[in-house]
């Protein structure tokens, strides 16, 4: 059986989980479960949500600006290291590394990744590599979804968990399945909320077309990373 940690105080989500809700619980229980209906939330939330939007409209910015400054300063060496890795990765290197950043939330950014696709020095085929791109990150994203349902209950799952849970569970109590839609495409960690939606025990058809968010944010992150490189 799933373990399913839905009522979680923060302080106990490093050391055990909470019993999964009732199959027959009534209205109140299912709106006050984080997938449950819109509930009204404080402003907090707002104010994070329009955080996040602030710093995906800077990130833009600075992603644009930093193509820029890496090519002209560096421009060589990015075309002949683009060049090596996708000749040497090639389209499996390139699955492989968005998958496993988009699973496990590894130190590294998949923009990495995809600067190194991006770059003119790239040896691989445009529409294909975004593919690639697309269909990793949606796997981890799902991959994320079932390894929880599974070993959420983990002690080692739950303490790397613990410190996101607060605002994972008003996002999830307040937007449901449209919270993995938010963080496919702004900073909100996307992975992190896949596992939360393993753990929420969301149904997997919505969270799968949730994750096609994924889709959008990397074709538009990849033409703003030719823009820089190309100025």
């Not at 907090?44 to 833009?60: D, Q």
């Not at 600067?115 to 791109?133: D, E, F, M, N, R």
């Not at 799902?142 to 968990?161: D, M, P, T, V």
């Not at 992975?191 to 939606?197: E, G, P, R």
Request: hydrophobic share 45%; aromatic share 14%; net charge positive.
């Amino acid at each position: 059986m799933t373990r399913e940690p839905e009522h979680i105080h923060p302080d106990e989500l490093s050391h055990k989980p909470a019993p999964a809700q009732p199959q027959d619980a009534g209205p109140k229980e299912r709106d006050a479960a984080p997938g449950g209906s819109f509930q009204k939330e404080p402003d907090v939330m707002r104010s994070y949500l329009v955080r996040n939007l602030i710093y995906l409209v800077v990130g833009i910015v600075l992603l644009v600006g930093l193509a820029y400054i890496a090519q002209r300063y560096l421009g060589q060496h990015l075309e002949t290291g683009s060049r090596w890795l996708t000749d040497t990765a090639g389209y499996p290197g390139v699955f492989v590394s968005i998958w496993l950043i988009d699973t496990f939330t590894l130190p590294i950014s998949p923009d990495v990744i995809l600067a190194i696709v991006a770059h003119k020095g790239s040896t691989l085929h445009t529409p294909t590599a975004l593919v690639v791109i697309c269909v990793a990150s949606i796997a981890a994203g799902n991959s994320g979804y079932y390894l929880a349902k599974r070993i959420g209950h983990w002690s080692f799952i739950q303490r790397r968990l613990a410190k996101s849970y607060t605002k994972g569970h008003k996002l999830f109590k307040r937007f449901g399945v449209w919270t993995v839609v938010i963080a496919g495409l702004t900073p909100i960690p996307f992975s992190i909320v896949c596992w939360f939606a393993g753990l929420y025990g969301m149904k997997p058809w919505p969270l799968f077309w949730a994750t096609w968010s994924r889709i959008p944010r990397f074709i538009g992150w990849y033409y703003l990373l030719r823009l820089g490189f190309s100025l």
